[in-house]
């Protein structure tokens, strides 16, 4: 009942108390399993082998009391302990009253009663008896209150789990998980993971899917992919497209069979049928309020509203809102750092700035009530702005990914992914690593907390560290692309800084000396450093202003600084390097419906040239200009994929060979750069003796409401 999040009662004790006898009895556990997942997957599904199998001396009468303790439904079990030790009696003065026990197999000329069989059943009998006259009062007493359980979920073999904070849910009735996985070929697709029998499969169809979200029913998976909403059922078959979701930020389902659901970066929240058809706009961002984006909208249980945060962030918290399908005016319900989830019973839960809290919830005024409850850390910052960071179950079950960032360090490979050395310096949570000029230091994110990051300084000869920035303010990026750009003379630095839930440009000296200064400030949310012009006068960065995607912008370091759109398309451009001649950009773009890479002219925008055929996300130039190496990573989580190498020429025009690839990079690496000469990669993998990447279940989460 604990397991399942049902009421218990005195029948939940004479189970365990059945459980005790029959370990008594035979030596052995009724329930056993080598991991604590798997007793609990023996203790739901399975039903423990008969007594006499396992000890063929005991008394029938015996094996069919405890047998009767151990039965899963409450209702077949004893009903109370005076019924239990009744029985129990019972059996007693049958044994000392001659009743005879047959051991199974024996022959029709065997005797019946043997001394040693006869002194065995007694003295178990009258044990078991004793047992039963000293714990029955105690099991009349008030049962107590089951406690918070946790229980880690790994991926299958050769399958890493995603644990980015809005990469998994657990479905309504709590019996199943859905999660974002990523195999040995860097592909991401959506598993379903059992909790009753801990099997797994994989949806098909569901390839570079994320977000996932459940019908009420647990019948089907909901989640977005390649520029569309879509849905799966549960027990397989093909996806299906319900509508257009270009960026999809969060999404859920009612029992009406209407999904709500943020299809941008920036923008409204929509309504649309779960079998499809036209969405409808049903929340706007008020521009009055400063207001750009709306996201990962939440049902309540009525499924007439809903709750979602709102863009920007004020300091480390969002506003909450609350919402209906019908599209009337907004409640403002509270600020939280994170998307809010309800869990019965009654209950919010958020993030406050590095805690997991609670707290309780009146659904009919749309208002919190009381103080918050700490229930925990909270889960690593997703590369999502905004993201709630768990998922409840209606019978009290949590799903959270991975809740401290992991120790990880520093690697060399050759161009076939071979491990050539480690950089010896202090153990620590190490991403997204840039390299100078020179390749003689790295610039690498280190995490403070699963909230917070500052950019450290590596000296890669002399293995020694140096802190550069001290607030905590810096976005890790989550490990896909760079923290950070060099400029070309290796002095200074660029990188996305978040004080104010606005992401500015800030330059560092790679000196250490003096603060950081702003490059780029503005009232856009998002915007980050992508390269450095050769000649060190321009910065490129990419940002997404309202009614736009991502584009490349420049930003001239010299005269008025203002900037400058370079590179506008109706898709996005967050990514890009420019040739050591200063002629080419090499740059990504969705323009497809997958990410590639392409190269065009920089100075002005002219023909582009596709460089890669099945993907492409990160683009790194050799420093003579005669190779570009790329790669692939997922949407949006920090997930590496294969890598190529592409023969050029970038005079007198432009030229380029078939990619070839190198390696597929393991998938849990938090950062790879290469080499100016593109020779060596520094990669960042997981600390030796790190576990896997995992995700929590929490069972009785509502205990420590009480503490």
Known sequence: EQLEGREVDARSDLWALGCVLYEMATGKRAFAGASQASVIASVLKESPRPMSELQPLTPPALDRIV????????????QSAGDL???LEGLASSTTGGARVEAPGAGRGAPRWTGQRLAWSAAAVFALVAIGAFVTPRLLRQPPQPQPMKFAVTGPAGVTVVTDAHSAAISPDGRQIVFAGVDTAGSVRLYLRSLEDLSVQVLPGTENAFTPFWSPDSRFVGFFAEGKLRKVAASGGSPEVICDAPYGRGGSWNRNGVIVFAPSTLGPILKVSANGGAAVEVARPDAARGETGLRFPHFLPDGRHFLYVALPRKGDRFDVYAGTPDGKEPTRVMSAGSAPIYAEPGYLIFAAGDRLVAQQFDAERLQPVGGETLLGVAAPTSVTEGAALLSASANGALVTTATTPRDTRLVWLDRSGRALGTIPIPPGSYGSPSLSPDDRRAIVTKANSPTSFDLWMVDLQRAVTTRLTFDGSVEAGGGIGLAVVWSPDGRRAAFECDRSGIADIYAVLASGAGQPEPLVQS?????????????GKHLVFAQIVEGSQYDLWLMPLEGDRK?????RTPFNESLAAISPDGRWLAYDSDETGTQEIYVRSFSEPGEKYRISSSGGSGVQWSKDGRELIYW?????????????????ETAPTFKAGQPRLLFTARPDLTGLTATSDLSRFLAVVPAEGTDAPSITVTLNWQQALER
């Open 67 to 78: 047998t009767r303790c151990l039965e899963k439904d409450p209702d077949e079990r004893w």
């Open 85 to 87: 030790a009744f029985a």
């Open 523 to 535: 009232s856009v949310i998002f915007k980050t450093p992508v390269a450095w012009t050769p000649d």
């Open 563 to 567: 900037p400058v759109p370079h590179l």
């Open 632 to 648: 692939t990573a997922g949407q949006f989580y920090s997930a590496y994929g294969p890598v190529y190498s592409v023969e050029v």
